[in-house]
T-cell receptor, first 110, second 114 residues
Framework: DAKTTQPNSMESNEEEPVHLPCNHS???????IHWYRQLPSQGPEYVIH???SNVNNRMASLAIAEDRKSSTLILHRATLRDAAVYYC???????????FGGGTRLMVKP | EPEVTQTPSHQVTQMGQEVILRCVPI?????FYWYRQILGQKVEFLVS????????KSEIFDDQFSVERPDGSNFTLKIRSTKLEDSAMYFC????????????FGSGTQLSVL
């Protein structure tokens, strides 16, 4: 499994953009980069995934470095509800077991 | 959006007792999973299940654990003789096809072993 490095925690102000970085320098060429988040007292929740190109969905954007050794999850306007632990997970196949690291705990201040 | 449902939300049991945690995956999903999270620690994979058999399991999933899909809707995790260290939040997850982009997780069952 590719090893990932994420900051333990980050803070943001409400309604400001947040950029959550992830390093995955040992990622294989066929691994997608998945992001999940875990809200307090909830199960993990899918956020977004991508392979090489930047991706957007209703929740977030994913910017992937050209060499694929890092990626950044972008929340365009953080809300209080976005306070959660965000996990970056390289995965060759969505059905494979997810290996959760420590993630980044995002705190959003009003 | 469809949901994975887990019951009960909280289960308290005595050490050595058997527990069954129940999950109702999303109805047309074919692949099922159990994960657990000990308080303050990472989410850990336990087992994956497809076509009525285990496809993959972790070292945590020893002989004390078993999974079953007794009917067309439920997916259960049984712990035969609970230990104190089994206390954790247990999450069920499902996916229609392993090529799909996302795993759907339930809200979990908090198991407390006394």
């Amino acid at each position: 499994d590719a090893k990932t490095t994420q900051p333990n925690s980050m803070e943001s102000n409400e309604e400001e953009p947040v950029h959550l970085p992830c390093n995955h320098s040992t990622i294989s060429g066929t691994d997608y980069i998945h992001w999940y988040r875990q809200l307090p007292s909830q199960g993990p929740e899918y956020v977004i995934h991508g392979l090489t190109s930047n991706v957007n969905n209703r929740m977030a954007s994913l910017a992937i470095a050209e060499d694929r050794k890092s990626s950044t999850l972008i929340l365009h306007r953080a809300t209080l509800r976005d306070a959660a632990v965000y996990y970056c997970i390289p995965l060759s196949n969505a059905g494979n077991m997810l290996t959760f690291g420590g993630g980044t705990r995002l705190m959003v201040k009003p | 959006e469809p949901e994975v449902t887990q019951t009960p939300s909280h289960q308290v049991t005595q050490m050595g007792q058997e527990v069954i945690l129940r999950c109702v995956p999303i109805s047309n999903h074919l692949y099922f999973y159990w994960y657990r999270q000990i308080l303050g620690q990472k989410v850990e994979f336990l087992v994956s299940f497809y076509n009525n058999e285990i496809s993959e399991k972790s070292e945590i999933f020893d002989d004390q654990f078993s999974v079953e899909r007794p009917d067309g809707s439920n997916f259960t995790l049984k712990i035969r003789s609970t230990k104190l260290e089994d206390s954790a939040m247990y999450f069920c997850a499902s996916i229609w096809d392993i090529r799909n982009e996302k795993l759907f997780f339930g809200s979990g069952t908090q198991l407390s072993v006394l």
